[in-house]
């Protein structure tokens, strides 16, 4: 079985919420199946103050939602 995952796209929509496109891949047995979603996230300590620091929170709260 082969299994690929991707970020198609990412949207911020407020200071403490991202919505995140997800596309998945795998093939099995001779079968591609894909399957896509949409999720948000949020992450209420993301600071908006410190941009650097912010992104960086907010990507840690859509990796560890994944």
Same mark, same amino acid.
């Given at each position: 079985?082969? &299994?690929? /995952?991707? =970020?198609?796209?990412?949207? $911020? *929509? +407020? !200071? !403490?919420?991202?919505?995140? #496109? =997800?596309?998945? @891949? ?6 591609? &199946? $894909? #399957?896509?979603?949409? *999720?948000?996230?949020?992450?209420? +300590?993301?600071?908006?103050? #410190?941009? @650097?620091?912010? =992104?960086? +929170?907010?990507?840690? /709260?859509?990796?560890?939602? =994944?």
């Amino acid at each position: 079985m082969r &299994y690929q /995952a991707e =970020l198609t796209m990412v949207e $911020i *929509l +407020d !200071t !403490t919420t991202v919505s995140v #496109n =997800l596309q998945e @891949r795998h093939t099995e047995e001779g079968e591609q &199946y $894909i #399957n896509r979603q949409v *999720l948000v996230f949020t992450c209420e +300590d993301a600071d908006p103050a #410190n941009p @650097r620091k912010w =992104l960086r +929170d907010v990507l840690m /709260a859509v990796v560890e939602g =994944l």
